[in-house]
């Protein structure tokens, strides 16, 4: 995509002239120029005047020069984009909380425009069939929790080979958001279900024509799965399941059932579309693996990237990317510069998350060596993220889902960086 950024082109020159000068004792960052800077000594435009008063955006986007930092999608993914999925812009993000504007989407009949007042949520098969209103959610106790979601056909393209140019579309199908929202057991108990869990099953369906239906074991039902009201802080948005969605902590995202219409206790799963001919994984042999709910421990490399290269020249270099498990947390990412011969641990930026994602930095010098970058998480229960081969071994070429394998970015002298396999 062409360079949208707005900047102006006059400080970019300038800034590249100063790496230029003063690149080699400290490259990231220190812009010398030979004379004055009139960005420092003169009085700029935006000093000698106002600027826009509290009343010009009443709710805010992002400024201008980060109009390129948007969802996108794979023009030959998307030939209809009613059944359609894009990508979270992770390249140029950083932190872990995906702001709800750019976190990306997927429906299989479209985002629907559903009203609080028009929202019902039916529950059945329990002693008090009961259906509530949004207002009668509003009043059930509710939970803070920040969790990952990824879709399981996250980087499902790059099972055969390196195929998409960018973390953004090979690892761009999760968010990671704050959720408010009301334990899924304790709607159940309210109409009435205080069963023996053992067997038992829930059907968790969508107002939307796909109603994206699956089956969720009882057993992850009264453990941590929410109804959602507000993500973020604020009220979801339209194309997350406004007003209120299904959060399944850990599990892949075709669980998390937006715009949540019924929910049904029952004594088997149902065997819908979306849990036998879709999100399962054929094998080499022709069986396939199913009910592959917990999406495992991945990790990538968002910056450098090949849509975040490196512009600034030798010295300081920050190696980011984020890493998140299913199973719980995070215990390490490891880094290597060389295809996988030598790890470095990285840095957590922060405590991880049980089912979150968290950031990892290697705060590194690099003098414009090739280097073919990786990331490799660890997490509570021992799991090593495998490599791509590794994987390929046990589940063969016919998967789309649950690819976990390790990313590799060839980051060249120049600083331009490109998705390719070592072995
Ligand atoms: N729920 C409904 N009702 N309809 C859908 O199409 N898509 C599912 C899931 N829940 C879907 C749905 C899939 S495949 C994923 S990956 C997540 O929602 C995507 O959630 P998001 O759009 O908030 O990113
Ligand atoms: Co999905």
New binding site residues.
């Given amino acids: 995509m062409a360079d949208t950024t707005g900047r102006g082109t006059s400080r970019r020159a300038f800034l590249k002239a100063g790496v230029a000068a003063g690149g080699a004792a400290f490259g990231a960052g220190t812009a010398r120029a030979a004379g004055p800077d009139p960005l420092i000594t003169q009085v700029q435009p935006w000093a000698s005047g106002f600027g826009d008063g509290v009343d010009a955006t009443p709710y805010g986007l992002p400024i201008r020069f980060e109009g390129d930092v948007i969802r996108r999608n794979v023009e030959w993914l998307t030939a209809d984009t009613i059944s359609s999925i894009n990508f979270t812009p992770i390249h140029a993000l950083d932190g872990t909380i995906t702001p709800a504007g750019c976190?990306?989407?997927?429906?299989?009949?479209g985002a629907i425009e559903l009203a609080r007042e028009d929202y019902r949520l039916m529950v059945n098969g329990v002693e008090r069939p009961t259906v509530f209103t949004y207002a009668d959610l509003e009043r059930f106790p509710r939970e803070n929790h920040t969790y990952f979601?990824e879709?399981?056909a996250n980087t499902g393209m790059e099972w055969a080979g390196a195929q998409l140019n960018g973390a953004q579309f090979t690892h761009g199908?999760i968010?990671n958001m704050e959720y408010s929202g009301i334990p899924l057991r304790a709607v159940l108990k309210e109409a009435g279900w205080d069963g023996d869990p053992a067997g038992k099953w829930v059907y968790a369906e969508?107002?939307?024509a796909?109603?994206?239906g699956r089956s969720i074991p009882m057993e992850k039902a009264l453990d941590d799965c929410l109804i959602a009201i507000r993500a973020n802080g604020e009220a979801l948005r339209k194309?997350?399941?406004y007003p209120a969605r299904l959060v399944v902590p850990g599990w892949e995202?075709?669980l998390?059932?937006?715009?949540i219409r019924r929910i049904e206790v029952m004594d088997g799963p149902v065997e819908s579309r979306e849990e036998t001919s879709k999100y399962t994984d054929t094998l080499a042999d022709g069986m396939s693996r199913k009910w592959t709910w917990v999406m495992d421990a991945k990790s990538v490399v968002t910056s450098p990237s090949p849509q975040a290269p490196v512009t600034h020249g030798h010295g300081p270099l920050v190696i980011t990317g984020m890493a998140w498990s299913g199973h719980g947390r995070i215990t390490r990412v490891d880094v290597s510069k060389d295809g996988g011969r030598s790890w470095e641990t990285a840095r957590l930026a922060a405590d991880p998350g049980n089912k979150a994602v968290v950031r990892f930095y290697l705060d590194t010098v690099w003098a414009g060596e090739e280097m073919f970058l990786q990331s490799r998480a660890m997490d509570e229960t021992g799991y090593v993220q495998p490599t791509k081969a590794q994987l390929r071994e046990v589940r063969g070429l016919n998967s789309v889902y649950h690819n976990n394998g390790i990313q590799t970015w060839w980051i060249k002298p120049t600083g331009e960086a490109e998705n390719v396999e070592v072995s």
């Avoid at 976190?103 to 009949?109: D, I, L, Q, T």
């Avoid at 998390?256 to 715009?259: A, D, G, L, Y």
Wanted: net charge negative; glycine share 12%.
């Fill in positions: 976190a990306f989407e997927r429906h299989h009949s979601l879709c399981a199908m968010h969508g107002a939307d796909s109603s994206n194309e997350h399941g995202g075709n998390w059932v937006k715009w």
